[in-house]
Structures are given as structure tokens and as C-alpha cells.
């Protein structure tokens, strides 16, 4: 089992910077990559920015060169945020993509934190 905690989620006005943390612990052998996700009202859960296990981080265009993903996906990960507009308003997720051993071969796995608010207002 692997547990995602995240935190940071905070009100930030339109230009700020804000970094967000989650915080992994369990089995953590069987990680093969994570990704933040942000679910704004109304709309669709979508990806952001992903890690694999060599550290090689992908980026969505939206966020690309305000936002930075880093750390560790067996420990801690963040996602540096700067730029921030009203459109960034959203739950962000952070989520863990396993590669789990089974008795015949290996079975993907999805764990997802609980989420953690950001609201850019002025």
C-alpha cells in the first residue's frame, strides 16, 4: 500500500507563487511514476506535470515555464507554482502510477491523495 498526503493549498493572488508537497510513504518499491492533477469547478480532473522514477518530468502546455515538478516519487514531490492567474483555481491531486509484482507478471496500481485547494484571487 502507498499513501499520497498533500499540502500547501492556499489562497495566492494572480502573480504569486505558491509550492505544493505530497508526501509518500508505504510500499513505495513498487512506484513506477506520479503526476499532479488540479480539478477546477465543473470541469474534468487533468494532468499537469508527471515524474518518472529517473526523475524525467513532462508538463502540460498551459503551465509550462511557470510550473516545476521535483523531488523524489519514493518520498516527497513538489509542484513549484509561479505566475499563478485565476485559471489555476482548482483541487490539486497528486497521484501515483504503481507497478505492482503479482504472482504471473506485474499489474498497474492508481493511488490518489485527497487533494489540496489553490485559489487565485485579487
Known amino acids: 500500500q502507498v499513501q499520497l498526503v498533500e499540502s500547501g493549498g492556499t489562497l495566492v493572488q494572480p502573480g504569486g507563487s505558491l509550492r505544493l508537497s505530497c508526501a509518500v510513504s508505504g510500499s513505495t518499491e513498487s512506484m513506477n511514476f506520479m503526476a499532479w492533477y488540479r480539478q477546477a469547478p465543473g470541469k474534468k480532473r487533468d494532468v499537469v506535470a508527471s515524474?518518472?522514477?529517473?526523475?524525467?518530468t513532462n508538463y502540460v502546455d498551459s503551465v509550462k515555464g511557470r510550473f516545476t515538478m521535483s523531488g523524489d516519487i519514493t518520498n516527497m514531490v513538489y509542484l513549484q507554482m509561479s505566475s499563478l492567474t485565476p485559471e489555476d483555481t482548482a483541487v490539486y491531486y497528486c497521484?501515483?502510477?504503481?507497478?505492482?509484482?503479482?504472482?504471473?507478471?506485474?499489474?498497474?496500481?492508481?493511488?490518489w491523495g485527497q487533494g489540496t485547494q489553490v485559489t487565485v484571487f485579487s
Open positions: 497521484y501515483a502510477g504503481l507497478l505492482v509484482r503479482t504472482g504471473s507478471g506485474f499489474t498497474n496500481e492508481d493511488v
Open positions: 515524474m518518472s522514477l529517473s526523475g524525467r
